[in-house]
């Protein structure tokens, strides 16, 4: 069974500049971008409920991964 997170992207301040959707605590997003091991992580049910824009291509893809039924029971 594959588990989905979120992992942030960093600024050059060290704010988040982008949140990113990974499999597995993978350190590749879905979209392919490389993420820090340091940086922040939310649950895959906090994607678009951040203040911080979300990657549109690892929705996408997300999207495609997931199967309905479980996003919408919980």
Known sequence: MNVYGMRAELGRDGSVKTWHMMKDGALT??????????????????????KEPVCHTCGALYLRQVPYESMISG
């Not at 997003?29 to 951040?50: I, V, Y």
Request: with cysteine.
């Open 29 to 50: 997003a879905l979209c392919g971008h490389d993420l820090d091991a340091a940086a922040p992580m939310e649950h895959d049910s906090a994607w678009s409920h951040t």
